[in-house]
């Protein structure tokens, strides 16, 4: 089974559903509205999911090369005491991969390279889509209309097309927590691959990359649309008495670097992924909180069982109910499981229960660590290719 297909935004799950649709033979238009891509943005973790996806969809080796294994960190309190250490390398035997670390902007220009520069079209915004003719979806864009078999909508948290789809349902809602990040101008150098410190309602952190700059994030409790005149002033003001080396982050930082924005999500989990020929995907389906690093994973997890399901159904209807059933249990399930990660975590404020958190963290034992991560990350890539078919869509070495 073969169509045309739009994907409107061109973030990592747009792009990401692009490659599947064209790896099982679709024609694709990807719709941005952005005029310029400017590739902005920080760092990412990549847990083992995400990169079995990357896996399916052709991608992963050139992910891997461009990344850096996250094998030595844990997390700490802000004198430096650790309260639970992690050892990527035991991941990477559960699991055939360590997480990696690698900046936003470089896993977006390997996504699009992956892409002819064609399928593309930059500066429209697609706001509706007429879905008034059966099987068919037409899509306004500018300078004409676009007519296919399948819309994928990966246009964000505040996704319009999912407010068409559901208009009745509530939309992202602020978390409660905002978040601070930027990547070092120069390499700092650094004991550990990856970190987190949790102190009265704040959290910090970081990811190397392989050239020896790191991204650093800052997540706060605040009121929504807060923002500094100098954000990197107010970081070092926040945490410049927390340990090393986070002071070292922050002076390796250039004050135009920071990014900063509020956290929403949709706390109200849809009641499907699909309506007609629209399919909702990443942020747009299940928008979550960083808790957990899986926003992304779950995105390219959205994509790999898209184009599975697409490859494999007899009809577009079928595989968007395959889709809907695959992915919806398990991305709303990793949602709440960040919500939760996050009000055991940052979110504390009270000192008893700072407390008790930390001496619980202390106790528990490595493997429990350990199997907390697989819960989320131990998921099996589907294959995109029918019984008796021959294409090779084994994980890239």
């Known amino acids: 089974m073969g169509g045309s297909a739009v994907v409107v935004g061109a973030g990592i799950g747009g792009l990401a ?18 005029r310029v891509l400017a590739d902005v943005g920080a760092g990412i ?15 992963g ?23 639970a250490r992690m050892d990527g390398a035991v991941l990477e035997r559960e699991l055939g991969t360590p997480i990696v670390g690698i900046p936003r902007a470089v896993l977006h220009r390997l996504l699009r390279s992956a892409l002819p520069a064609s399928s593309l079209v930059v500066g429209s915004e697609v706001s509706s889509v007429d879905r008034s003719r059966p099987g068919r979806v037409r899509v306004p864009v500018t300078g004409g209309v676009l007519d ?29 927590s905002t978040v601070l990040r930027a990547i070092t101008e120069h390499p700092v150098s650094l004991r550990t691959d990856f970190e987190l410190t949790w102190g009265k309602g704040a959290e910090f952190g970081h990811i190397a990359f392989p050239d020896g700059r790191a991204e650093w994030h800052a997540v706060l409790n605040s009121p929504p649309g807060t923002r500094h005149p100098d954000a990197l002033s107010a970081m070092r003001r926040r945490f410049g008495d927390w340990h090393d080396p986070i002071p070292a982050l922050l002076d390796a930082t250039r004050p135009d670097a920071v990014l900063h924005h509020d956290i929403h999500e949709l706390a109200t989990p849809l009641p ?44 577009v209807d079928a595989a968007l109910t395959r889709y809907d059933a695959e992915r919806r249990p398990r991305s709303q399930s990793v949602a709440r499981a960040a919500r939760q990660a996050g009000r055991l975590g940052q979110r504390l404020t009270h000192p008893l229960a700072v407390a008790l958190r930390n001496t619980a963290l202390r106790l528990t034992p490595s493997r429990a660590t350990v199997h907390a991560i697989l819960r989320h990350a131990a998921w ?18």
């Open 17 to 34: 559903a692009a490659i599947g649709l064209r790896r099982i033979g679709w024609e694709v238009t990807v719709v941005e509205r952005a």
């Open 45 to 59: 973790s990549l847990h083992a999911n995400g990169i079995r996806a990357l896996d399916v969809l052709g991608v």
């Open 61 to 83: 080796a050139a992910v891997r090369a461009a990344a850096r294994p996250q094998y030595t960190g844990g997390t700490r309190t802000p004198d430096g005491g650790w309260l």
């Open 148 to 176: 296919a078999d399948l819309v994928v909508a990966a246009d964000g948290v505040n996704s319009r097309l999912r407010g068409q789809l559901f208009p009745s349902r509530p939309g992202p809602v602020y978390s409660g």
């Open 272 to 315: 499907a992924f699909a309506d007609g020929r629209v399919v909702l995907l990443g942020d747009a389906a299940h928008a979550m909180t960083p808790n957990l690093g899986q926003g992304a994973c779950q995105a390219l997890e959205d994509a790999a069982a898209l184009a599975a399901a697409l490859a494999t159904e007899p009809t």
């Open 380 to 397: 099996t890539p589907p294959s995109l290719d029918r019984p008796g078919q021959t294409r090779d869509t084994r994980p890239e070495s």
